[in-house]
């Protein structure tokens, strides 16, 4: 069984920058993508951000050259690093690893 635990929330300041992590625990058997999506309260999910297994990396229109995912190369990990946020809705970010949920750390822009 395959958990998702994200890191790196919170509250930040429009304009700014914040790093999101996601490890999975548990063994993930071959090639896997990763995924990040945002819901934010009354909206749909969307997928923000996906990296392929082979390190390609794909993006919402609305984040594409803000945003960047990355994994590691050693471990079952992969990041978004989000800049330039914009003030929006508080949304809570989702990591999907080998279709693995994680619960969501929350991201608030505002000043």
């Known amino acids: 069984q395959v958990q998702v635990v994200e890191s790196g929330g919170g509250l930040v300041q429009p304009g700014g920058s914040l790093r999101l992590s996601c490890a999975a625990s548990?063994?993930?058997?071959?090639?896997?993508?990763g995924h990040w999506y945002r819901q934010a309260p009354g909206k749909e999910r969307e997928l923000v951000a996906t990296?392929?297994?082979?390190?390609?990396?794909f993006y919402a229109d609305g984040v594409r050259g803000r945003f960047a995912v990355s994994r590691d190369s050693a471990k079952p990990m992969i990041h978004l690093q989000m800049n330039d946020l914009k003030p929006e809705a508080p949304a809570v970010y989702y990591c999907?690893?080998?279709?693995?949920w994680g619960r969501g750390p929350q991201v608030t822009v505002s000043s």
């Open positions: 548990g063994s993930i058997l071959g090639a896997y993508n």
């Open positions: 999907v690893l080998a279709h693995s």
């Open positions: 990296i392929t297994a082979g390190g390609g990396a």
